[in-house]
Every structure is written in structure tokens, then in C-alpha cells.
């Protein structure tokens, strides 16, 4: 097969801070080093390496550093990467918005780049001149739009509000309307950053069908930037993994998600270092942290994964202490309960004694949507009265990243509720 | 193939034809959208001139009691206002293709001339219905059978002026906004440098009052021809309303050299800004 897309040792330089008053001086500098004294540019050698959370010594960061890959002709390829690992960035200099610092890109056939649905649309507009406006755009002729205009239309299901001004449409006609213009462009390349994350679940599955189509059916390469683990999977055959502007991984779908997930398996502040243990201190939890089912280190889970949590623990008991309870309370990021892990519900009588060990929870094909969920924990005497031993508030946070639960590469959004309920379907006609 | 760097004179014309369409869109839509949801509409369009007509009337006719050379006051002000206007017009328009469209630009490729000269030529549609104004008013006169119409062939010139004035202006614009991506101060200064020139072009005024005028020993006539938009301007008002005299054509080429000499620079710096504006803007 042909390489449809080559980077080069492709880097983007960028400056931090205020464009201000200091800046007419700094280009002063800049503009006598390299075009009067013949030197290299003085700012690309203080770059650093683009890392958001530490302050750093330079006001230039590497948006993305020496970037080299390709991708054949007709692959789907899926770029994944923490927020501000430079997938955008990457995604802007293929569809030429911006221009690299150095290295250079090569790209074979027309590339049609949708990192934001329905670009140029105007409020005053009807939903067929903004059809005509985007699709321009986008680079289509007023010929080609004529000739998809029905298509389009049909598309979109926005038939009825077609001659209206589109400041009167909902938000979710708006992208379906943006996306059906863009899902007909027809380019060698597909560029798409995240458009999917809008819009309905039925809309959703329209879309990623649709994409299917053009990667599959017509032999059409395309780059898909997406923090939906579940879409990725279902569309991708191969993945770039991102990290702090540089390229950590290329390789099969499942192995660099998989990457992803369990890179960053630091666990941020051991639990016992918080301040914030209540109870005697008899028996505490010294570290939590979980891992998927080959006892990997994870720091997020994708939904119907089966995970292990594992809570290291020391106690100082003095004596042989039967009936010990542990509890784990799961809330939703809002704090809103979402249910109680119990070891007198799972029926394990817990007997200590002093010495450290751990307590691992194991969940089976976890149940639950992407979102972030909260732990705390506590454990006390089930069998007396007094006090806790240990209690922690906000112990944990398990991150849970769209996965294929189902098995179909569909779940739902998260909007309908927390849950993931397994569930068969039978069709009976009489 | 995307590089960092392009060579200075690299001016895709052919792909700037493949978005046609596009520019066309534009336009259109700038039209469009100018007046959705008003009463008269394109109306508006008359009423400016009209409006502008009658204060110049007031002020510079009446009160500071400045000459137009014979010709009918309206007129005369109709005929520096309707040009001037339509030079103003693209020149803050495309001044600010930058900035107004940042959205747009940093979401998609597209020719970013297309945004200029889709505004150059949206205005020409504006600059036609302020015209056909004049020509009624002109008709009118002559029907009347005041001496006004003084029509010569210097008139047939008249494709050629407009050519140079979209030129001049888009030329200046893309230059102003090549320059604002970085340092917004120049926006500051923009709508007072375009109405002080305008007080430096014989819009008001007839260039005839400045024959006899002496500035440090420098003939401000020729001073004053020295602004590219002035010979333009006279040349119509010389084909349609006879007055004045003909600038002369050495004046007329100087105004069209000035004017592919800055349209060409404008358009290479314009081109290295926009490979790299979406980082600064």
C-alpha cells in the first residue's frame, strides 16, 4: 500500500505568556540572531519539553517534538494522549492551520479537516446557505455541493428547518447539520478531532457508521483524535499515543490503549501521608492503589473491565481481633452515592492481628459508565461499640474511561445514569 | 507537503481559483447578513451617501463655503463620496481579516486571500447601488439641463479606477492586517489615519483650491498627487463632472505602479503571516 501521510522529525514550537509589550524586543532579538548574524534560531534550543503541571525554566515549549511516522493508505488511525499532549496541535499542522516549526509534512490527496463541526456557519443564515458556506469551506466545489445537497439534507434529519436561519436551531441540529456537510466531503484524508463527543447517541452511532464507510468501503485514510476509548476501538486498526508533545507509542489499537491506560500508574498522595485519617489508628491503610486483572498498576479503568483494588494496611492491633468490618462507600464526582462495598455483604469475616498486609476488592467486569468515582472507606470492631479504626474521606478516585462494555462497541451516554447493566435481548414474534 | 517555511513569492493563484466558489460565498454572505432583520434593507446602502451628502453640504459647503469648481454641490460631494466610501470600506474591512476571522482560520485551511477579496468584492456590490444614486442624481441634472453633465472620455476610464481603488485598498488592507496579528496598537490608530485621509484627498474639496498653494517653497498640488488615491479620484470627477483639470496621465501610471508595487508586497507579507498568525492572533 501507498503512504498516504509521512512526518518528518515535525516539531511545534510555542511561546508561553502574555504577547505584550515585550515582545516587539524579544522579535527584535530574535530577528538580528537569525536573519543579521547568520545564527540558528536562539529560541529553539531552550525549549522544553511541554510538561502543564511544573513550572518551567523557559517561556517556549515543545507543543509537539521530532514527530516521525506514517500511515498507509486506507488505515484508520487513532491518536490518543492525556489532555494537552499535543494531539490538536498534530491534527492543525496536517490540516495546515498553523505551520510546523520544523520538519516537514507530506501528504498525499486532498485532505479534509473537521476539528470543529459546522466552522463558518452564520446565525442569519438558512440551514441550505450554510450548507453551501461550510461545504466551501471545507474546500467543495458549488457543483459538488449541488450535487449532495439531498444527501446532505437527508443526512442531517433536518429537512423541515432546512430554509431556517440556523440561529434557530438547537445546538444538536447545528453539529448534525455541520457533520453532514463535512461527512460529505470526500477527501483522501479525513482529519476529525473530537467532533463526536457532541450530539446524540443515535447521532454518534450515524457518525462513526458513517466513518466506518469511508475508511472500509472507500479505501480512505483517516485520523481520528478521540478520549472515547470505546470509539477508538470500535473504528481504529492502529494508534499513536501521545505524550508531552512527544510520540511514546505506534502500534495496534488495543496494545497502545492499553499503554495509555497504565502509563501514568503513580498514585499521586499516599493515603498515608493524608492528614485527614479519622479513628484510633489501630488498623490504617497505608497506600490504595489498582491494578487490572495480570496485577498490572492501572490509574484508569475502562468500563467493563475487571480491576482489582488493593488496600495496603498496618495495624497495631495488641491483641487477636476477630469481626472487623471494612466498608468502601462509592460516590459519583458530585459526591452523589452510588453504592457501599461491604465485607459482611460479601460474607468475609476479616481477623487481624499487628503486622501489615492488604485487603483486594475485586470487581468483576466493573459496571460503571466513563465518569470519576470517589472512595471512602472505613474500617472499625463490628463486633463492639468505640470508634473507627481508620475512616478516610476521598480516599480514592477511580477513573473510569469509556470502554466495550457490551461487547459491541457502543455504550451509552453518560447522561442516562452511572450504571452498566449486562443484559441479553430476545425478539419473539407470534 | 507542509514546511515550515515558504519561499517569499509562493502565491498559489491556482488555488485560489479551485475556492472561487468560495470567495463568491463569502461575498455573498457579506451581503447578506449585512441587513437580515432590518426594515428598509439594502436601502441603507442609499441613505449613508445620502446622509454624508447633505453634512458636507452644510459644513463645507455652507458654512466653511468651499468651492466645487461649478459643478452642483451634490453632486460634486455625491461623486467624492460614493468613491471614498467604497476605498474605506475594504480598506477597515480587509484591515481586520485576521482578527475578525480567527475562528474560522484556526479551525480550517482555506486560502486565507479568499477573505480579502471576498470582501473587496462584496463591497463592489455596495459601491454599484451608490453609483446607480450618482448616475440618477446626474440624470437628473442633466434633464433639468443645468450645466453639470460634462461628461468627457476620460469617463470610459472609469473600470480602470475602480480596479485601482479595489487594488490600492486591498493592498493596504492585507499589509494593516498582517500587521495587527502581533501588535494590536495599530488598530488604535486605524480609523483616525483612514478619516484623516480622507481630509488629505479631494473628496471635499476640489483639487483646483490647491494650484496656487505653497508649502516651504513645495507645490502642495503636487504634494497632494503624491497620495495614490488622489489622482483616481480626480480622473472620475474630471470624466463625469468636467471639473478641474485632468491630472494628467503621468500622475494617473505613477497611482497604478504604486499600486501593483504595494498589492504585490502586501500579498507576500500577508502570505508569511498566515502560516503562522494562528499562534500570535
Not at chain 2, 498627487?225 to 500622475?251: A, H, M, Q, S
Request: proline letters at 4%; one cysteine or more; hydrophobic letters at 40%.
Amino acid at each position: 500500500m501507498a503512504t498516504a501521510i509521512e512526518f518528518n522529525n515535525i516539531s511545534k514550537l510555542y511561546r508561553l505568556g502574555l504577547v505584550s509589550t515585550g515582545t516587539l524586543a524579544h522579535d527584535l532579538k530574535r530577528w538580528w540572531t537569525i536573519n543579521v548574524r547568520r545564527k540558528e534560531d536562539p529560541y529553539l534550543k531552550i525549549g522544553e519539553t511541554n510538561d502543564r503541571s511544573t513550572k518551567g525554566e523557559s517561556d517556549y515549549v515543545w507543543a509537539l517534538k521530532d514527530i516521525d511516522f506514517k500511515v498507509e493508505q486506507g488505515d484508520v488511525v487513532g491518536i490518543i494522549g492525556k489532555n494537552g499532549a499535543g494531539k490538536s496541535t498534530l491534527l492543525k499542522l496536517l490540516s495546515k492551520v498553523t505551520a510546523p516549526t520544523t520538519g516537514e509534512i507530506r501528504a498525499r490527496g486532498r485532505i479534509g479537516s473537521l476539528l470543529e463541526v459546522g466552522t463558518g456557519f452564520h446565525p442569519e443564515m438558512t440551514g441550505r446557505e450554510n450548507i453551501y458556506m461550510n461545504g466551501a469551506i471545507l474546500g467543495m466545489t458549488k457543483a459538488e455541493i449541488d450535487r449532495k445537497l439531498d444527501e446532505i439534507v437527508d443526512f442531517s434529519g433536518c429537512e423541515r428547518y432546512i430554509d431556517t436561519p440556523v440561529k434557530r436551531y438547537s445546538s444538536g441540529m447545528m453539529v448534525r447539520l455541520g457533520f453532514a456537510v463535512a461527512a460529505h466531503l470526500d477527501p483522501e484524508i479525513l482529519v476529525v478531532d473530537e467532533v463526536l463527543a457532541v450530539g446524540d447517541a443515535e447521532f454518534q452511532k450515524k457518525a462513526i457508521g458513517k466513518m466506518q464507510d469511508v475508511s472500509r468501503g472507500e479505501g480512505r485514510t483517516v485520523l481520528f483524535v478521540s478520549h472515547n476509548m470505546g470509539s477508538i476501538k470500535a473504528l481504529c486498526n492502529n494508534c499513536i499515543l501521545l505524550e508531552k508533545g512527544e510520540m511514546s507509542y505506534i502500534g495496534s489499537t488495543d496494545e497502545t490503549i492499553k499503554r495509555y491506560l497504565t502509563r501514568n500508574n503513580i498514585i499521586d498522595t499516599r493515603c498515608i501521608d493524608r492528614k485527614d485519617h479519622i479513628g484510633t489508628g489501630e488498623v490504617i491503610i497505608s497506600d490504595i492503589f489498582m491494578t487490572d486483572c495480570d496485577h498490572t498498576p492501572v490509574k484508569e479503568v475502562l468500563s467493563g473491565q475487571s480491576i482489582e483494588i488493593h488496600f495496603r494496611y498496618i495495624s497495631k492491633l495488641s491483641k487477636l481481633t476477630n469481626n472487623i468490618v471494612m466498608g468502601i462507600a462509592i460516590t459519583d464526582e458530585y459526591g452523589a452515592p452510588i453504592t457501599l462495598l461491604h465485607s459482611r455483604h460479601c460474607g468475609v469475616p476479616i481477623t487481624l492481628e499487628s503486622g501489615s498486609g492488604e485487603f483486594v476488592w475485586t470487581i468483576e467486569h466493573l459496571p460503571l459508565n466513563e465518569g470519576q468515582y470517589h472512595f471512602l472507606y472505613s474500617i472499625a470492631d463490628g463486633g463492639g461499640q468505640g470508634d473507627y479504626f481508620d475512616y478516610l474521606d476521598n480516599a480514592y478516585t477511580l477513573q473510569v474511561v469509556k470502554g466495550d462494555f457490551f461487547k459491541s462497541g457502543e455504550i451509552p451516554p453518560k447522561h442516562f445514569g452511572p450504571f452498566l447493566i449486562a443484559n441479553t435481548l430476545q425478539v419473539n414474534k407470534k | 507537503m507542509i514546511k515550515p517555511k515558504n519561499r517569499l513569492f509562493e502565491i498559489n493563484i491556482k488555488e485560489l481559483w479551485d475556492y472561487r466558489d468560495l470567495i463568491s460565498l463569502f461575498a455573498k454572505r457579506n451581503i447578506i447578513t449585512q441587513y437580515k432583520q432590518t426594515v428598509l434593507g439594502p436601502l441603507w446602502f442609499l441613505v449613508q451617501p445620502a446622509l454624508s451628502v447633505i453634512m458636507y453640504m452644510v459644513v463645507f459647503g455652507g458654512i466653511a463655503g468651499i468651492p466645487t469648481d461649478g459643478v452642483p454641490r451634490p453632486l460634486f460631494y455625491l461623486a467624492g463620496t460614493c468613491m471614498w466610501q467604497y476605498f474605506s470600506d475594504c480598506l477597515s474591512k480587509t484591515s481586520n481579516t485576521f482578527v475578525d476571522n480567527a475562528g474560522i482560520f484556526g479551525k480550517v485551511y482555506f486560502p486565507r486571500l479568499a477573505m480579502p477579496i471576498a470582501n473587496v468584492l462584496s463591497n463592489l456590490v455596495r459601491f454599484g447601488i451608490q453609483l446607480g444614486l450618482f448616475l440618477v442624481v446626474y440624470a437628473i441634472y442633466a434633464l433639468v439641463g443645468e450645466s453639470a453633465a460634462h461628461f468627457n472620455w476620460y469617463a470610459l476610464l472609469f473600470p480602470v479606477l475602480v480596479l485601482m481603488m479595489a487594488g490600492l485598498a486591498l493592498g493596504f488592507g492585507i499589509l494593516f492586517s498582517s500587521m495587527t496579528t502581533k501588535y494590536r496598537d495599530l488598530q488604535v490608530l486605524f480609523s483616525f489615519g483612514v478619516s484623516l485621509w480622507m481630509y488629505a484627498t479631494p473628496i471635499v474639496y476640489p483639487l483646483s483650491q490647491t494650484k496656487s498653494m505653497y508649502w516651504n517653497g513645495i507645490h502642495v498640488h503636487k504634494l497632494m498627487c503624491l497620495n495614490p488615491v488622489t489622482p483616481i479620484i480626480e480622473t472620475f470627477k474630471y470624466g463625469f463632472l468636467g471639473c478641474g483639470d485632468f491630472v494628467g496621465w503621468r500622475w494617473l501610471i505613477y497611482s497604478f505602479v504604486f499600486m501593483v508595487a504595494l498589492l504585490t508586497f502586501g500579498v507576500v507579507v500577508f502570505n508569511k503571516v498566515q502560516r503562522s498568525f494562528m499562534d500570535t492572533v
